[in-house]
């Protein structure tokens, strides 16, 4: 667990010192990871002056984008990131945010910004690859047909891209494997899990493919649309996640210069270093 000692005060961009006009609101946003309750429902007499709109943390499952996300959202200033996105989560938070039966795209777009972004107004945004081809499918009718950066400005303003992987691949798919044959996912998540998982390697060696070939298609559309995303590992985050974290701030160019906090932790345990073991011979065996 990454703990917060005090929330010491934000110097913005642009001003030499100091403001203490939103000390509470990052309180809040510490408070909001367990609080179904939007950040910009809080009237912050300071709006910091930022040069973006919104951030795209890209990824793959079990990459450590959870606890980067709670991380960025316990500054206060870099806004709520979460998978809103992802298409088996859509209706649900379309239903939270009161967006009437039969809603559209462009509205539910404008509820992410209006209930998700900070104070200063950025929004933030992790998506998988998979989930990448269905905002697409649904910007193209609204905006035409353009170039894929065209179509993600012209929904959400100035972007910036985060590139988040992991460089151990094989703990990765483990990791993956166990989260989702016991639907246990992150540390926070109440109970335990609903069931043993026995080793399979078949299992594995399929999660080990899915995964590197979304890391390379990640890698291909960077290069097809001509972007250089600023550039993220989980090891990076498991080495020391407030440097990492303050590295991804400055890339956003949003200074920062309190305290950070995240209620997750890592899973992994004795039997993902056995069960790596196991795969490996297997692996050189064949």
Same mark, same amino acid.
């Given at each position: 667990?990454?703990?917060?000692?005090?929330?010491?005060?934000?110097?913005?961009?642009? /001003?030499?010192?100091?403001?203490?006009?939103?000390?509470?609101?990052?309180?809040?946003?510490?408070?909001?990871?367990?609080?179904?309750?939007?950040?910009?429902?809080?009237?912050?007499?300071?709006?910091?002056?930022?040069?973006?709109?919104?951030?795209?943390?890209?990824?793959?499952?079990?990459?450590?984008?959870?606890?980067?996300?709670?991380?960025?959202?316990?500054?206060? %200033?870099?806004?709520?990131?979460?998978?809103?996105?992802?298409?088996?989560? %859509?209706?649900? @938070?379309?239903?939270?945010?009161?967006?009437?039966?039969?809603? @559209?795209?462009?509205?539910?777009?404008?509820?992410?910004? @209006?209930? +998700?972004?900070?104070?200063?107004?950025?929004?933030?945004?992790?998506?998988?690859?998979?989930?990448?081809?269905?905002?697409?499918?649904?910007?193209?009718?609204?905006?035409?047909?353009?170039?894929?950066?065209?179509?993600?400005?012209?929904?959400?303003?100035?972007?910036?891209?985060?590139?988040?992987?992991?460089?151990?691949? %094989?703990?990765?798919?483990?990791?993956?494997?166990?989260?989702?044959?016991?639907?246990?996912? /992150?540390? +926070?998540?109440?109970?335990?899990?609903?069931?043993?998982?026995?080793?399979?390697?078949?299992?594995?060696?399929?999660?080990?493919?899915?995964?590197?070939?979304?890391?390379?298609?990640?890698?291909?559309?960077?290069?097809?649309?001509?972007?250089?995303?600023?550039?993220?590992?989980?090891?990076?985050?498991?080495?020391?996640?407030?440097?990492?974290?303050?590295?991804?701030?400055?890339?956003?160019?949003?200074?920062?210069?309190?305290?950070?906090?995240?209620?997750?932790?890592?899973?992994?345990?004795?039997?993902?270093?056995?069960?790596?073991? @196991?795969?490996?011979?297997?692996?050189?065996?064949?």
């Amino acid at each position: 667990m990454v703990e917060v000692v005090a929330f010491p005060t934000v110097t913005p961009l642009g /001003h030499s010192t100091p403001t203490q006009s939103c000390e509470w609101l990052r309180h809040f946003a510490a408070a909001s990871l367990y609080l179904a309750v939007p950040l910009n429902w809080v009237l912050c007499s300071y709006k910091a002056a930022v040069s973006i709109d919104t951030y795209v943390i890209c990824s793959t499952p079990r990459t450590g984008s959870t606890l980067l996300c709670e991380l960025l959202t316990s500054t206060g %200033i870099a806004g709520t990131p979460h998978s809103y996105f992802r298409s088996q989560d %859509i209706d649900r @938070r379309a239903a939270e945010w009161g967006l009437s039966l039969g809603w @559209r795209f462009t509205s539910y777009s404008e509820a992410v910004r @209006r209930f +998700t972004s900070s104070a200063n107004g950025v929004v933030g945004l992790r998506v998988m690859w998979g989930t990448l081809d269905e905002i697409f499918n649904e910007l193209r009718p609204l905006h035409g047909n353009i170039d894929d950066l065209a179509l993600l400005e012209a929904e959400f303003g100035d972007v910036r891209y985060i590139y988040l992987r992991r460089e151990d691949l %094989i703990g990765q798919a483990i990791s993956l494997f166990k989260a989702e044959k016991s639907n246990y996912w /992150h540390s +926070t998540q109440p109970g335990v899990p609903s069931r043993e998982v026995r080793y399979n390697y078949e299992e594995i060696e399929k999660r080990v493919a899915s995964l590197k070939n979304d890391d390379a298609a990640w890698v291909e559309w960077f290069r097809s649309v001509g972007i250089e995303p600023f550039s993220v590992t989980y090891e990076d985050l498991e080495l020391n996640p407030i440097d990492a974290t303050t590295n991804v701030l400055r890339y956003l160019d949003l200074e920062y210069s309190g305290e950070f906090f995240a209620p997750n932790e890592k899973l992994a345990d004795e039997k993902t270093e056995d069960w790596r073991e @196991r795969y490996l011979r297997r692996a050189n065996a064949t």
